[in-house]
């Protein structure tokens, strides 16, 4: 049996819309639920960049993020959302 952390996650696809992860805020919140529940309290997002995404904006991906951390306040106080 696994402890009941704190853990982190360490690579995500959890920001919506940016790579081949979640495509939606909706599932973005799913994603944080389930998450918060496995014991993760900071969860770093890696989308893809580069050859592997080339329509990639880092302004997008950080307008993304903050809006992640919004959501993640409203619905499971205490996770945090940072970037790599």
């Known amino acids: 049996m696994i402890p009941n952390g704190p853990y ?3 690579h995500t696809h959890i920001l919506p ?3 081949d992860g ?3 805020m909706d599932c973005t919140r799913n994603m944080l639920r389930q998450a918060y529940d496995e014991g993760i309290r900071v969860i770093v997002a890696t989308p893809h960049f580069g050859v592997r995404n080339p329509g990639f904006r880092l302004s997008q991906a950080e307008e993304a ?3 992640t ?3 993640a306040d409203e619905i499971v106080p205490g996770l945090k959302i940072g970037r790599a």
Request: no cysteine.
């Open 8 to 10: 982190m996650d360490m």
């Open 69 to 71: 951390q919004k959501v």
């Open 22 to 24: 979640s495509q939606t």
């Open 65 to 67: 993020l903050a809006e």
């Open 17 to 19: 819309g940016l790579d």
